[in-house]
């Protein structure tokens, strides 16, 4: 996926520490002229949002959207359920993979790409309580690794 004319609105940073990330894929959504509006402010969030399949179709649910505010009366509703615009294939690809034992869709980011709203979504496994603790030692070891060849590059000791 390239990076050009990508405006990042909101990224889900706890998907990454819950999940071990199998696979992503960016879809479309179906909104509203208000919610477009909203999202394009910044004000959206993805804290408690999850992909679920009904009928062969891709939807997202528990992603706020605030509301619009000089839309007044023609407002959205915050918390709808939205369709992810996918090919037949990928729902139904994706969707089987996801039936498997431990498999969920998470949402890990939501941005721009040449004025229209796209979701990257991932196949992604739970992590155990052990392995999130194993990725912060890791990080942490990292962060001393590079704060001391930093320190012996600049050539203080």
Not at 30 to 42: D, F, N, P
């Amino acid at each position: 996926m390239s990076e050009e004319n990508v405006k990042v609105i909101v990224t889900n940073r706890k998907a990454r520490h819950e999940y071990h990330i199998e696979d992503t894929l960016e879809a479309g959504i179906v909104l509203t002229g208000t919610e477009i509006k909203s999202i394009r402010a910044g004000r959206a969030s993805l804290q408690e949002a999850y992909v679920t399949v009904q009928d062969e179709e891709m939807w997202i649910l528990g992603m706020h959207i605030a509301t619009y505010n000089p839309a007044h009366r023609e407002n959205h509703d915050p918390v709808r359920p939205r369709k992810l615009l996918m090919h037949d294939y990928e729902i139904k690809r994706w969707a089987d993979r996801a039936q498997q034992r431990g498999y969920t869709i998470v949402p890990l980011r939501l941005y721009l790409r040449r004025g229209r709203a796209k979701l990257e979504i991932a196949l992604a496994k739970g992590k155990k309580l052990y392995d999130k603790r194993e990725t912060l030692a890791k990080r942490d070891a990292q962060r001393r690794i590079d704060r001391e060849l930093s320190k012996h590059q600049s050539g203080r000791r």
